[in-house]
């Protein structure tokens, strides 16, 4: 799957219910993005976020 959304092959989106919907677009190499609409995310909360989505990439 990785190889895939790394190709962009297709894209990957996120809506998190648990953080208040928050947006999150997949980049290349595991990077995750949010939204423009989500400025008030704390550094700290992407981080974990991020990780948790790797994860689940890798897994």
């Known amino acids: 799957m990785k190889n895939?959304?790394?190709n962009e092959?297709?894209?990957l989106t996120v809506i998190d219910p648990i953080r208040k919907n928050m947006?999150?677009?997949?980049?290349k190499n595991?990077?995750?993005k949010s939204s423009e609409n989500?400025?008030?995310?704390?550094r700290e909360k992407n981080m974990s976020q991020e990780?948790?989505?790797?994860q689940i990439l890798v897994e």
């Open 23 to 27: 947006i999150s677009h997949y980049h």
């Open 51 to 54: 990780k948790t989505f790797k």
């Open 4 to 6: 895939l959304l790394d």
């Open 38 to 42: 989500n400025k008030n995310v704390s």
């Open 30 to 32: 595991l990077n995750w």
């Open 9 to 11: 092959w297709f894209y």
